[in-house]
C-alpha cells in the first residue's frame, strides 16, 4: 500500500496468522513494531517488496515468529477486549467524580 491510516487489511490479516510484508505508510510504523510483529518494505517499488518477500521466504521460522507476535497484538483490539478497557477506564472516571 501507497497509504494507510490505521492498517484494517494488515489488522485483518495479522488475525489470518500470516506474516505481515507492507510498506511503512500512515500509522503503520507507530502501530507496529518492524521485524517483530510486522516486516516493513524500505521503498514501495516492485523490486523493493520482491527483494523483502524473498527475504521473507527464506527465513520460514522469523516469519512464523512474526505471524505469532503479530496475531496476538491484533486479537488486543477485537472488541471484547477493548470494551472492557473502556468500561474499566469509565468505571474509574465515575468513582473519582463521585
Same mark, same amino acid.
Given at each position: 500500500?501507497?497509504?494507510?491510516? !490505521?492498517? +484494517? %487489511?494488515? +489488522?485483518? *490479516? ?8 507492507? /510498506?511503512?505508510?500512515? %500509522?503503520?510504523? &507507530?502501530?507496529? $513494531?518492524?521485524?517483530?510483529?510486522? !516486516?516493513? /518494505? $524500505?521503498?514501495?517499488?516492485? $523490486?523493493?517488496?520482491?527483494? *523483502?518477500?524473498?527475504?521473507? &521466504?527464506?527465513? &520460514?521460522?522469523? %516469519?512464523? /515468529?512474526? *505471524? ?5 497484538? *491484533?486479537?488486543? &483490539? ?13 468505571? /474509574? ?6
Amino acid at each position: 500500500t501507497s497509504y494507510e491510516s !490505521f492498517g +484494517l %487489511a494488515v +489488522l485483518e *490479516a495479522a488475525l489470518c496468522g500470516i506474516p505481515i510484508l507492507s /510498506s511503512k505508510v500512515g %500509522a503503520l510504523p &507507530y502501530l507496529w $513494531e518492524e521485524n517483530n510483529e510486522i !516486516f516493513f /518494505s $524500505e521503498e514501495i517499488t516492485p $523490486e523493493a517488496f520482491r527483494d *523483502a518477500i524473498v527475504d521473507v &521466504y527464506n527465513d &520460514y521460522d522469523k %516469519a512464523i /515468529s512474526i *505471524a505469532k507476535k503479530a496475531r496476538t497484538k *491484533a486479537e488486543s &483490539y477485537d472488541m471484547d477486549v477493548v470494551s472492557q478497557t473502556w468500561y474499566r477506564k469509565f468505571d /474509574s472516571w465515575t468513582k473519582t467524580e463521585g
